[in-house]
């Protein structure tokens, strides 16, 4: 089974969706796991709007990048430029896509909503 890695800054908000996501749509095709630069915890707005269109992410974990698990990715997406700049090296023959995504942490409700559905039609299109 191939494996995807979502990373952002802190993995509590873009990589956590980005994780809910990939586990319903992409569950065939890939091991989905996600993971931070740094370690910021589960934010509970990006926990609220998932399941406000029935994806429960409430039981993932804020995670820091898992080397091993890294050098044996198939896909490797960063979801923020703070990610792509201090994510390890990508393996050579492991494929790396940016989505240079805004930070919803700390803004209204409405801009999680946001990025939640560009995060949504981005994993969608990896089928």
Known sequence: ????YFICTG???RSQMAEGFAKKEL????????????????N???V????????????QTSDLIDLEYFNQCDLIV????????KCPVVPKGHEHLHWALDDPA??????????RDE??????KLK
């Not at 960063?78 to 700049?85: K, S, V």
């Not at 700390?106 to 990025?115: A, D, H, L, M, T």
């Open 78 to 85: 960063t979801l923020c430029g703070d990610a792509r700049d």
């Open 11 to 13: 993995n509590s908000c």
């Open 48 to 59: 609220q709007v998932m399941k406000e269109i029935g994806y429960d992410i409430s039981g």
């Open 106 to 115: 700390g803004k209204p409700i409405e801009k999680f909503r946001q990025v």
């Open 27 to 42: 569950a065939r095709s890939f091991e989905v796991r996600s993971a931070g630069v740094e370690k910021h915890g589960l």
């Open 1 to 4: 089974m191939k494996k995807i």
């Open 119 to 124: 995060i949504e039609k981005r994993v969608k």
């Open 44 to 46: 509970p707005q990006a």
